[in-house]
């Protein structure tokens, strides 16, 4: 067995950005919506604003959610805050704000959801998104509720995470390359490994879990996937409708 440490046990299913079939993804919005549909995991991406506040986003530039041809690393938090979250999905979400870290973990807190935290790092800022993340948590995160899970696909960041919260479990993202899997989990006292759905068989499911790992799987929107990915044995479905997989695998 691998050294996989913290031990967690994740949800059948996790919400991905919040509610994002239905909602613009990583806003309070989104956060309410998954709330609203029965989960108690979300899952949400975190980088760092130019001076140094955690928030909620999920691409390295601001085009894509907000109009704006610029990095997100280049802004500072104030600004940041002034640009458009909502419109580009619905325009009746107009005036959707860009969340920090900390107004999403009081949601969670006050809602009793447990985060799944996606390091998400603006290039070069690997460590240091680690290091502020861990140190909000730090102040915010009450003593007596289980740990949230940090997951990346940075090796870097789940380093850092290791060495300075190191009771705190660690998920480690893949997406289509899995060489080094092994090697990279025990390492980084990895407790759960975070595959792309189409990479999952059974053999491999049954390889990781020999291994010692939690197994989940992004992003899965066809209900009947996600239904055949826990018969395989994969133990957390992170999607985007989490009602509907909720209502077909359980939560």
């Keep these: 067995m691998a050294n996989a440490t913290p031990l967690v046990k994740l949800p059948r299913v996790q919400a991905h950005r919040g509610a994002k079939g239905v909602r613009p993804e990583n806003t309070m919005a989104s956060l309410r919506e998954a709330l609203d549909q029965g989960v108690r995991w979300t899952e949400f991406?975190?980088?760092?604003?130019?001076?140094?506040?955690?928030?909620?986003?999920?691409?390295?530039?601001?085009?894509?959610?907000?109009?704006i041809d610029a990095l997100v690393k280049n802004h500072s938090f104030a600004k940041l805050r002034e640009?458009?979250?909502?419109?580009?999905?619905?325009?009746?979400?107009?005036g959707e704000k860009i969340p920090s870290l900390e107004e999403f973990l009081l949601f969670h807190i006050e809602h009793n959801l447990h985060p799944n935290i996606e390091l998400k790092p603006s290039d070069g800022e690997e460590a240091e998104t680690a290091r502020k993340v861990?140190?909000?948590?730090?102040?915010?995160?009450?003593?007596?509720?289980d740990k949230p899970l940090f997951s990346s696909f940075k090796l870097k960041s789940l380093e850092v995470v290791r060495d300075l919260a190191p009771d705190h479990p660690r998920g480690l993202l893949l997406y289509d390359d899995?060489?080094?899997?092994?090697?990279?989990?025990?390492?980084?006292?990895?407790?759960?490994?975070?595959?792309?759905?189409?990479?999952?068989?059974?053999?491999?499911?049954?390889?990781?879990?020999q291994a010692g790992y939690a197994t989940a799987t992004?992003?899965?929107?066809?209900v009947d996937r996600g239904v055949e990915l826990v018969d395989m044995g994969v133990d957390s479905i992170i999607t985007d409708f989490p009602g509907d997989m909720i209502a077909a695998i359980g939560d």
């Design 45 to 67: 991406d975190v980088k760092l604003s130019k001076d140094g506040v955690p928030i909620i986003y999920h691409d390295q530039d601001l085009k894509r959610t907000s109009g």
């Design 218 to 222: 992004y992003t899965v929107n066809e």
């Design 178 to 209: 899995i060489t080094g899997w092994q090697e990279n989990a025990k390492r980084l006292e990895c407790s759960a490994i975070h595959l792309w759905h189409k990479m999952y068989t059974p053999e491999l499911v049954k390889e990781i879990k």
């Design 83 to 94: 640009f458009e979250a909502g419109a580009w999905f619905d325009e009746k979400y107009h």
């Design 134 to 145: 861990v140190e909000l948590l730090d102040k915010l995160w009450p003593k007596n509720r």
